[in-house]
């Protein structure tokens, strides 16, 4: 019920990884290059290997999470034949390309390939709330569900190894969209002494309005059609020279809200003053001829 795993690499996330495993009761070799960042997980019960062989030999899964996919084949390519008919996880951080040819590698080496996405931090990990991206060989995610499912919900997107570093990056992306917003309008509050904490009571649920007009705006992306009777980039446009003039007012910096500005104000150029604010999706898909 509990097969034997091994995680390479105990960073911060492979760590929490190792130890889930752990709790989950699997016996769990690991590995680290700097040997001391094994010994809590040694106390904890986990099989501390010598080499990287030995930690790829102890189990039929293997996970991997480091640094990078660069990191990922240092490690691997002294591997040699251990690595056939094994399946490799690898939870690293990276790109759809860098997936796709990592797992065309490890395939060569007679080994399967699943990339995983970790939409958490390492203290949410082997709780529901985290949510993990797998996408490339399904057969490895049916063999490991019973197991992958002790990290925290696990999402499979499909049989192409790039699916999940690109929901990983894209789902990102919108975090980080969200952060930034939120970051420049809380200094925005801060430049007239207003408590930060205060303004998140109506910012959080302003924040959760706009969230639900997404799924309207990714219909216009998906049929094509960005015509709008809510606002227009030419009405946006106007609206945005308050904001880059509020911040000289206020004494900040617009590096934020420039971008943003310069993307409406291309599209206006282009002839779709009169579309809505889902045509940006088009414009960044086609980026302007430098
Ligand atoms: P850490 O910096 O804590 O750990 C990095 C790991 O990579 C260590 O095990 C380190 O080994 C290893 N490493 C780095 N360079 C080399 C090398 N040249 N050879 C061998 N091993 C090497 O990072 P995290 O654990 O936080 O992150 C690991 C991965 O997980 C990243 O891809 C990250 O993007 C991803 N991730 C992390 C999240 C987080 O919140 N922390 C969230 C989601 C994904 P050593 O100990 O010897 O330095």
């Keep these: 019920i509990h097969p034997p795993v091994s ?8 760590s929490a990884l190792a130890q889930t495993f752990l709790k989950e009761g699997h016996q769990t070799t690991v590995w680290n ?4 960042k094994a010994d809590a997980l040694r106390k904890q019960g986990a099989k501390v290997a010598s080499t990287v062989n030995e930690a790829i030999a102890a189990s039929p899964m ?14 691997l390519e002294e591997s040699g034949e251990i690595l056939a008919g094994r399946a490799i996880v690898n939870l690293t951080n990276g790109t759809p ?19 995983g996405g970790i939409m958490a931090v390492p203290q949410m990990i082997g709780t529901t709330g985290a949510l993990v991206l ?7 995610f049916q063999t490991c569900q019973p197991t992958l499912k002790g990290l925290g919900t696990a999402n499979f997107l499909g049989e192409d190894p790039g699916l ?8 990102l992306s919108a975090m980080y969209g969200m952060f930034g917003g939120f970051f420049h309008a809380t200094a925005m509050i ?8 205060a303004f998140t009571e109506l910012a959080v649920p302003w924040l959760q309005t706009m969230a639900a007009s997404l799924p309207r705006m990714a219909q216009a992306v998906d049929v094509g059609d960005h015509r709008t009777n809510v606002s227009s980039l030419s009405i946006n446009q106007t609206g945005f020279v308050h904001f880059i003039e509020a911040c000289r007012e206020l004494g900040i910096s617009a590096e934020l809200m420039t971008p943003i500005q310069e993307l409406i104000s291309r599209g206006v150029a282009e002839g779709y003053g009169t579309d809505g604010l889902s045509r940006l ?10």
Excluded at 7 to 12: D, E, F, K, N
Excluded at 107 to 112: C, D, I, L, S, T
Aim: proline residues 3%; neutral net charge; glycine residues 12%.
């Design 164 to 171: 999940a570093p690109l929901y990983d990056l894209a789902l």
């Design 7 to 14: 995680v390479i690499g105990l960073g911060m996330m492979g």
């Design 33 to 36: 290059r700097t040997a001391g």
């Design 62 to 75: 293997v996970a991997i999470c480091v640094l990078d996919y660069g990191t990922v084949h240092e490690i």
């Design 190 to 197: 801060r430049s007239e002494q207003i408590k930060a904490g």
């Design 134 to 140: 797998y996408s490339g060989s399904e057969k490895v």
């Design 281 to 290: 999706v088009e414009l960044i898909r086609n980026p302007a001829s430098v």
């Design 97 to 115: 390309a860098q997936a796709r040819r990592t797992a065309a590698w490890v395939a060569g080496r007679g080994a399967e390939y699943l990339d």
